[in-house]
């Protein structure tokens, strides 16, 4: 299990740019698949990015490919998203999250399930 604490929301107008970061605790953060979610009002918890271990592979939901960059520093224990060209629909909370698994998710998309450590949230709003 990690710790994870996210920082970085905010209010930003549409087209602007936010980059969030996910602090984590533990000595085997490098080993980890790392991810962000969001979930709007009424609305499911969905995927955004995730990224392997090594950062050698990602993945983006359609929604946000182009647009958003997952990245991570494993000598930070950090991991990023940064969001350009944010988007009204792009309000949510967003969400850290940390998959222990060591098998990267060929032919599907990360699931909430594969994910055992979430940090908290960090709010998003992007105003018309």
């Known amino acids: 299990q990690v710790q994870l604490v996210e920082s970085g929301g905010g209010l930003v107008q549409a087209g602007g740019s936010l980059r969030l970061s996910c602090a984590a605790s533990?000595?085997?953060?490098?080993?980890?698949?790392m991810g962000w979610f969001r979930q709007a009002p009424g609305k499911e918890r969905e995927f955004v990015a995730a990224?392997?271990?090594?950062?050698?592979?990602?993945i983006y939901a359609e929604s946000v490919k182009g647009r958003f960059t997952i990245s991570r520093d494993n000598a930070k224990n950090t991991v990023y998203l940064q969001m350009n060209n944010l988007k009204p629909e792009d309000t949510a909370v967003y969400y850290c999250a940390a998959d222990p698994g060591s098998t990267w998710y060929k032919y599907r998309y990360p699931a909430k399930t594969d994910f055992s450590s979430w940090g908290q949230g960090t709010q998003v709003t992007v105003s018309s």
């Open positions: 533990g000595r085997t953060f490098s080993t980890y698949t």
């Open positions: 990224i392997s271990w090594s950062a050698g592979d990602t």
